[in-house]
């Protein structure tokens, strides 16, 4: 099946800091997700990009599909973005029945300190 | 409803005895998943409904895991004869349609003693 890896595993950053973190999977993908797991367990969706460049606020993501990557920007950080952060594939591969389930890569665990 | 439910958020059971989860997905949503989420991990995918089709089932990690799901509503994840390798966050997650983008509930934490 499709394997996901992220990195960096951790980082720490001050407040205010930017950040990026990396998603790199090994088959084509018909959907990635990012998304933010609070330190409560709640998943939050940040983006569902497949390809191309979304922004949110201080959030933006890029994925290059035809080079199987995708970047998560974080700017001005602050402390509530403390948390895990996961990106999630499906691969356009999978076919049948399998059509639609996330794999997810093992995830980067941000800490902002103030 | 606002989005997906899960109920119970907690579950403590002894070791042997069966549990049933639930999952009320996102109104109008026809895919629904469960995914279960190890201490540290990230989430492994165990089965996927989609309207009326045969479900996925091929991320079940034993026969003593099933799932059933009402034409497109509610789904319930039974874990029968309990063991403490089950110990984990049960989440569930729908989606419109099959990969489109999926909303998580806040998960069942399954603790077997």
């Known amino acids: 099946g499709i394997q996901v890896e992220q990195s960096p595993p951790d980082l720490i950053l001050q407040e205010g800091a930017n950040s990026t973190l990396r998603c790199n999977f090994s088959d084509s993908v018909n959907n990635l997700q990012w998304f933010h797991q609070n330190p409560w367990g709640q998943l939050i969706n940040l983006f569902y990009?497949?390809?191309g460049t979304k922004q949110n606020g201080r959030l933006s993501a890029t994925t290059v599909a035809t080079e199987r990557y995708s970047l998560l920007y974080i700017s001005s950080s602050q402390t509530t973005d403390s948390g895990v952060y996961f990106c999630a594939v499906n691969s356009e591969n999978a076919g049948g029945t399998s059509y639609g389930k996330l794999t997810f890569g093992q995830g980067t665990i941000l800490t902002v300190h103030p | 409803g606002a989005g997906v439910s899960q109920s119970p958020s907690n579950k403590v059971t002894e070791k042997g005895k069966d549990v049933e989860l639930r999952c009320d997905p996102i109104s109008g949503h026809t895919a629904l998943y469960w995914y279960r989420q190890r201490l540290g991990q990230g989430l492994e995918f165990l089965i996927y409904?989609?309207?009326?089709?045969?479900?996925?089932k091929s991320g079940l990690p034993s026969d003593r895991f099933s799932a059933e799901r009402t034409g497109e509503s509610v789904s319930t994840l039974t874990i029968q004869r309990t063991q403490q390798e089950d110990s984990a966050v049960y989440l569930c997650?729908?989606?419109?349609?099959?990969?489109?983008?999926?909303?998580f509930g806040p998960g069942t934490r399954l603790t077997v003693t």
């Open positions: 409904f989609q309207g009326n089709s045969a479900p996925d």
């Open positions: 997650a729908s989606s419109f349609r099959g990969n489109y983008e999926q909303y």
């Open positions: 990009i497949p390809s």
